[in-house]
């Protein structure tokens, strides 16, 4: 699965951002999506994932209540990240990622295979 992410860049402190990851296979519909982030010096963690059917979600607990996770549903070829209330914690390299298992859903982060190439967001104080 080739993966495009979009949309980051620099903002304010409780500013957003929406990123957008676009996806080249007809099979995108039945993967489950995750949003990954890497900040300099730590290790890449799991922010957001959806299920392949759009109805479960998963959030990691420092960004529950302003991050939200969703796929277009109409085509399902395109998964988002709205993301509010920016802090300057939330800076890191942004990541796209797909299970590439068919109609899996657990959520975990070494279910993820295939990775965009990453987005900065940068949050100033």
């Known amino acids: 699965v080739q993966l495009v992410e979009s949309g980051g860049g620099v903002v304010q402190t409780g500013g957003s951002l929406r990123l957008s990851c676009a996806a080249s296979?007809?099979?995108?519909?039945?993967?489950?999506m995750g949003w990954f982030r890497q900040a300099p010096g730590k290790e890449r963690e799991l922010v957001a994932a959806?299920?392949?059917?759009?109805?479960?979600?998963?959030y990691v607990d420092s960004v529950k209540g302003r991050f939200t996770i969703s796929r277009d549903t109409a085509q399902n070829a395109v998964v988002y990240l709205q993301m509010n209330s920016l802090k300057p914690e939330d800076t890191a390299v942004y990541y796209c990622?797909?299970?590439?298992?068919?109609?899996?859903?657990?959520?975990?982060?070494?279910?993820?295979?295939?990775w965009g190439q990453g987005t900065q967001v940068t949050v100033s104080s």
């Open positions: 990622a797909a299970d590439s298992t068919p109609y899996r859903w657990r959520a975990r982060s070494d279910d993820f295979d295939s």
């Open positions: 959806i299920k392949w059917a759009g109805v479960s979600t998963y």
């Open positions: 296979e007809r099979t995108f519909g039945s993967y489950s």
